[in-house]
Nanobody, 125 residues
């Protein structure tokens, strides 16, 4: 069983919005740095956003800055990726990942201990 589970992906019109969820089992996302990654067909996995609530560490990729943001529901041990003004080039499988907060944020997939299975986001007319 995956310790992180993504949900909420789907088909969205260009310019639309979507929120995807990442829920954890067996550890606290509040004690973790949580990163979001995406992988488009034929492309490398790309780090797009990370936030650590415990130490305030963060990064945003230029491609999503101003359009994507993260939020948290500690009671549900869940984080959300809010995606606005979606473009066709945002089409990808989106993954969440986590590592202990004291290790901070990283844009490198190999830095993270826990991964979800991913959820497909398709932006198309």
């Amino acid at each position: 069983q995956s310790q992180l589970v993504e949900s909420g992906g789907g088909l969205v019109q260009p310019g639309g919005s979507l929120r995807v969820s990442c829920s954890a089992s067996g550890f606290s996302l509040g004690a973790s740095a949580v990163g979001w990654f995406r992988q488009a067909p034929g492309k490398e996995r790309e780090g797009i956003l990370c936030f650590s609530d415990s130490d305030g560490d963060t990064y945003y990729a230029d491609s999503v800055k101003g359009r994507f943001s993260i939020s948290r529901d500690n009671a549900q041990n869940t984080v959300y990726l809010q995606m606005n003004s979606l473009k066709p080039e945002d089409t990808a499988v989106y993954f969440c990942a986590a590592r202990p907060f004291y290790r901070g944020c990283s844009s490198m997939p190999a830095a993270y201990n826990y991964w979800g299975q991913g959820t497909q986001v398709t932006v198309s007319s």
